[in-house]
């Protein structure tokens, strides 16, 4: 049952089967055949199509999202009541962190968070892409995210928490671009600057990884918009306009309700906009 709430919750948010297969990391006729049978067990349709690829949900669709977040809420609050150590209760805050900010940010966060802290919570992160991170929130895999590409979507609550500078870095004379893969926070600033400055690459690496880019930088191969905090002190680089100075957010579900989640969330925040 909790697979076919959680596709359902996935189909609902996306509007698509195709999307919610994305997000869960399953296949589409997978998606397909939760939907049917939720719907059997429901005696109801949730779902109907409007065109070729839109789904619009019904009344009573839009009735049972609210239960299914709940739900979901309590299978999560149930299965951390079983994570045990020497009789006592731990709770899993699973985080999913962009490239930058986990290790630029993270690392100054953690440093503030006291050690007995870790004798009642286990820290999971994970480090993706922004547009990997809003999948995983949107479909419960992290509880929040900390990502620099300013994205937004319904069920996402979005908070600014820290600054951040992009800097044009590396041999500025070549006509090698290193690039960040799409979905990641540098890609979208780095076409910002493409389409700023009339710019089409002759000569480019897509790579998903800010420190093999920083390592190139530093063997004076190709040039690459990166945060400055990132970079190694040996690499020029030149200082960009306002618009390239960026935030660094943390989002979230608007509706997970577990009060642990929320005050990390909150802690994580305050020390964040204190550094």
């Known amino acids: 049952m909790f697979k076919l709430i959680q596709s359902f919750i996935a189909v609902y948010e996306t509007r698509s089967f195709s999307k919610a297969a994305e997000q ?3 296949s589409q006729p997978t998606v397909s055949v939760h939907i049917k049978q939720l719907e059997l067990q429901l005696n109801t349709t949730l779902f109907e199509r409007n065109g ?14 609210q239960h299914a977040l709940h739900l979901l809420d309590d299978w999560q609050s149930a299965t951390d009541s079983l994570d ?18 986990s290790t630029v940010l993270l690392p100054k966060i953690f440093a503030q968070i006291k050690k007995d802290e870790f004798n009642t919570i286990d820290f999971k992160i994970e480090m993706h892409n922004s ?5 995983g929130v949107l479909n419960h895999q992290f509880d929040f995210g900390i990502i620099e590409k300013p994205i937004t979507h319904d069920f996402i609550t979005r908070e600014a928490i820290a600054g951040d500078q992009l800097v044009l870095a590396g041999n500025l004379d070549s006509t090698v671009w290193l690039v960040r893969e799409k979905g990641s926070g540098v890609y ?7 389409k700023q400055h009339n ?11 800010n420190d093999i880019i ?28 306002n618009a390239f100075n960026r935030q660094f957010y943390i989002i979230h579900h608007e509706h ?20």
């Open 24 to 26: 869960l990391f399953i």
């Open 52 to 65: 070729r690829t839109e789904l619009v949900p019904t009344t009573n669709a839009r009735k049972f999202y």
């Open 84 to 101: 045990l150590a020497e009789e006592r209760s731990r709770t899993t805050v699973r985080i999913g962190a962009s490239q930058t900010s």
């Open 131 to 135: 547009g990997e991170i809003l999948a």
């Open 188 to 194: 979208h600033y780095t076409q910002q600057y493409f």
């Open 199 to 209: 710019i089409v690459p002759d000569h480019f690496l897509t790579i998903a990884n």
């Open 214 to 241: 920083a390592k190139m930088l530093a063997q004076n191969v190709g040039k690459s918009i990166v945060s400055i905090q990132a970079l190694p002190e040996s690499v020029p680089y030149k200082k960009l306009d």
């Open 256 to 275: 997970n309700n577990q009060s642990i989640i929320k005050n990390e969330i909150a802690r994580f925040t305050q020390i964040a906009r204190s550094l």
